[in-house]
Nanobody, 115 residues
């Protein structure tokens, strides 16, 4: 399984970005897909979770109402739509897949929110 994130960049406060996570090698929709982030000097934290099989999503309190996780099972791609971005959202964002007793991480994509 390989996860490749894209879509990060520099955006002004209040702006939007959409991150993508392309997953190759996933053989079913029974995986739990999630986005994490890690800011400098801080621990990695869960941002959003998607369980394909149940259409279940969950979000960190800090991003509820601003971020949306979604997936395209045919394309094996998970998205994170981020709106109303704040400077405190600045971090490296990672995609994670869990299933079949294994977990997989992408390499991360940098998101910087600054004026």
């Amino acid at each position: 399984v390989q996860l490749v994130e894209s879509g990060g960049g520099l955006v002004q406060p209040g702006g939007s970005l959409r991150l993508s996570c392309a997953a190759s090698g996933l053989t079913s929709n029974s995986y739990r897909m999630s986005w994490y982030r890690q800011a400098p000097g801080k621990e990695r934290e869960l941002v959003a979770l998607l369980i394909y099989a149940y259409g279940f999503t969950n979000y960190a309190d800090s991003v509820k109402g601003r971020f949306t996780i979604s997936g395209d099972n045919a394309k094996k791609t998970v998205y994170l739509q981020m709106n109303s971005l704040k400077p405190e959202d600045t971090a490296v964002y990672y995609c994670k897949a869990v299933g079949g007793g294994y977990e997989y991480w992408g390499q991360g994509t940098q998101v910087t929110v600054s004026s």
